[in-house]
């Protein structure tokens, strides 16, 4: 099985100030998906990486696949109290399969 | 349109019982995804259908899972004799595309959950 594992499990910021979220995969991935999650809420998708070096960004968030596709990283830049929250990183095997890591939980102190 | 929507919301059973969880996807997206999600983990894969089959029910933890989607549309999860751990919340999400077709976003669209609680 392909498993995903994500760093820092928490992450407790203040306002304004950047922060990076890991996600680190045992094999090669073919996507990688990074979702976020508020609580009693189901997942919101946020961006996609297929290629390796690939890199997206959307507002102040930037996802980046690195070349070997096996790492990928979540960047926040001066982040706010939305953007707190639970980030999850997914892939799937190219079959039918579809693997999340356990999260990082976000809080961001106004 | 609307989005993935599930019910109930919140369902609380006994030991033992049997309950059924409902997904209803976004409308054309043939592939559908049951997930299970315990207190401060990730989703766990369950089963994936392309259209009204099964095409990998190897994340169903044992027999007395089982789910359907007969008509291609609306799925149901059944659990039979509940167990304490299986209370989770239980995740459906739906793409437009199945998985493995090269250069395709499947991303796909999560329902709010059902949170299933056996006493």
């Known amino acids: 099985s392909q498993e995903l594992e994500q760093s820092p499990q928490s992450l407790i910021v203040q306002e304004g100030k950047n922060l990076t979220i890991n996600c680190t995969s045992s094999?090669?991935?073919?996507?990688l998906y990074w979702y976020k999650q508020k609580y009693g809420e189901g997942l919101i998708f946020l961006m996609m990486?297929?290629?390796?070096?690939e890199e997206k960004s959307h507002e102040k968030i930037t996802a980046k696949l690195d070349e070997k596709k096996q790492q990928s990283s979540l960047h926040i830049t001066a982040s706010q109290p939305s953007h707190a929250g639970i980030y999850l990183c997914g892939a799937d095997d190219n079959f039918n399969k579809f693997y999340f890591g356990s999260g990082t939980k976000l809080n961001v102190k106004p | 349109g609307a989005g993935v929507s599930q019910t109930p919301s919140n369902k609380v059973t006994e030991k033992g019982k049997y309950v059924e969880l409902r997904c209803d996807p976004i409308?054309?997206?043939?592939?559908l995804y049951w997930y299970r999600q315990s207190l401060g983990q990730g989703p766990e894969f369950l089963i994936y259908?392309?259209?009204?089959?099964?095409?990998?029910d190897s994340g169903l933890p044992n027999d007395r899972f089982f789910a359907v989607r007969p008509e291609g549309s609306v799925s149901t999860l059944k659990i039979q004799r509940t167990e304490r751990g299986d209370s989770a919340v239980y995740l459906c999400a739906s793409s437009l595309n199945r998985q493995g077709i090269a250069g395709d976003s499947n991303e796909q669209f999560f329902g709010p959950g059902t949170r299933l609680t056996v006493l």
């Open positions: 409308s054309g997206h043939t592939a």
């Open positions: 259908f392309q259209g009204t089959g099964a095409a990998d």
């Open positions: 990486l297929q290629k390796g070096g």
């Open positions: 094999k090669t991935l073919y996507g």
